[in-house]
């Protein structure tokens, strides 16, 4: 028989710089989030190591710009695309069996556009960095000095653009090209995540555009919309904001959620328990998550009569997020529990790590803890758990378990292992002092300290340093495995969503033939099953 022609290989250009392809879409918002990701952890080590002595290494300036830049990456450039760009275009639609995205070409339009936001960002590096904080609050923010917070402006509204047109390709996706018998109530809830977060980017994002557009508009053309002493008002730049971020926060968890959510059925061997509580409490958090932003903002102003109904709200939305958290442990309950690494990430790394992150929330929320609590480190510790403790975590648990998808490859699990305890041994001794600091008064956002916090800034500063090995660990035997791994076959973990019944990596055109889907996915598995995953 003659050998089979084997199609030409395309371009390095034809196949990655002018893709329409999710998968490779995907894994380009990866390896760049990635790479934004080293940064902003470059950045973070920065600031943990002004902070090693109470008089502090740098000028005040270059320690308002790294903390700037930390965040302001984290977010925008990091969690965001890495949980809905990279996760979001990658799976869902092999987990709703549809070819594409219903926008290809809109797809990668939304990618560049997130690519030139990081590189403005980074501009900034040479031109004089932002120094106002990832809030950029007015006055400090229309007084600043020099182009950082023009090119902040100018990077956040290319990544927000970004934003709603990946957005509103998810929902399109979601809503018209499920494959036949794939209802509703048969969606992954990974899928069911997206479809909520893209909902919040499309409604959310345009009051970021607004706050950060008359921000430049107030730096540069005279008008006063913050300006208090010609009658502008600073808090409505607040309002504008936080409409937004207070949302975004959930933007960032949610993916991870349904990542959590796929997750724990699989390597527990048991049906995930509540499927239409935890996918119908996602849209409640998505709904909720529009009224609790000023929260934010009890210390600034605000009459203590209006700050109770964002009091009731912000503790209300711990609800359906409680719902998640004790659905997960009783799918784990009596399970043939298979602590990978990824089930490491994603039930002692994220549930024991995300649990601290709401409880100090719900103290937040209180409108008289907040007032002493406010602007202090305890607020610190409190997002990092519910960010790092909370979206990183997700996203690791990610990373390791569809590996195999993405490469057809299977990680080292000895590194896999040693990475995880130095990212959560890392996170607690990095994060939780930072509780008893801010419980003692000392505020966030200060290069100086009193001596008597040293010791807990030094420890804190001593696990920053455990999570930066850790994730280069990460890195290496990620981007090692994908060329030097094991092989794999197409289902390693033993999984029943889409994705994991075709070849991996995944073929061009995902399915040869659309599936007909004709149950949930997440059903039991016979004792077979379980002992056959666990013996491979």
Known sequence: MEAAVQAPRKSFIREWVMTVDHKKIGIMYGVTSLFFFLLAGLFALLVRTDLLVPSGLFSPQTYNEFFTMHAT????????????????????????????MAFPRMNALS?????????????????????????????????????????WVTA???????????????????????????????????????????????????????????????RHFGTVFYDATAGGDPMLYQHLFWFYSHPAVYIMILPGFGIISELLPVFSRKPIFGYHAIAYSSVAIGFLGFFVWAHHMFVAGMSMSAGIPFMISSLIIAVPTSVKIFNWLATMWRGAVDYTVPMMYASLGFIGSFIIGGFSGVIVAEVPLDMHLHDTYFIVAHIHYVLFGGSVMTIMAGLHYWFPKVTGRMFNTKLGHISFWFYFIGTQVTFFPMHLVGLAGMPRRYQSYLPEF?????????????????????????????????????????????????????????????????ENPYQPYSPQEVEEVATA
Do not use: C
Not at 76 to 98: C, K, Q, R
Not at 191 to 204: E, K, N, R
């Open 156 to 218: 956040i509204h290319i990544a927000g653009l970004s934003s709603i047109l990946g957005a509103i390709n998810f929902v399109v996706t979601i809503h018209k090209m499920r494959a036949p018998g794939m209802t509703y109530n048969r969606m992954p809830l990974f899928v069911w995540s997206i479809l909520v977060t893209a909902y919040m980017q499309i409604f959310g994002t345009p009051a970021l555009a607004g706050a950060v557009t008359t921000l430049l508009a107030d």
């Open 454 to 518: 040293q010791f807990w800034n030094d420890v804190s500063t001593i696990g920053s340093y455990i999570l930066g090995v850790g994730t280069l660990i990460i890195i290496f035997n990620l981007f090692y495995s994908a060329k030097y791994g094991k092989k794999v076959g197409n289902n390693p973990w033993g999984a029943r969503t889409l994705e994991w019944t075709i070849s991996s990596p995944p073929p061009e055109h995902n399915f040869t033939e659309l599936p007909v889907v004709t």
């Open 111 to 151: 990618y560049w556009l997130y690519l030139a936001s990081g590189v403005v960002l980074l501009f900034s590096m040479f031109f004089g960095m932002p120094d106002a904080g990832w809030t950029s609050y007015p006055p400090y923010s229309i007084q600043s000095q020099g182009p950082g917070i023009d090119l």
């Open 73 to 100: 990456i984290m977010i925008f450039a990091v969690i965001i695309p890495l949980l809905t760009g990279a996760f979001g275009n990658y799976l869902v639609p092999l987990m709703i069996g549809a070819r594409d």
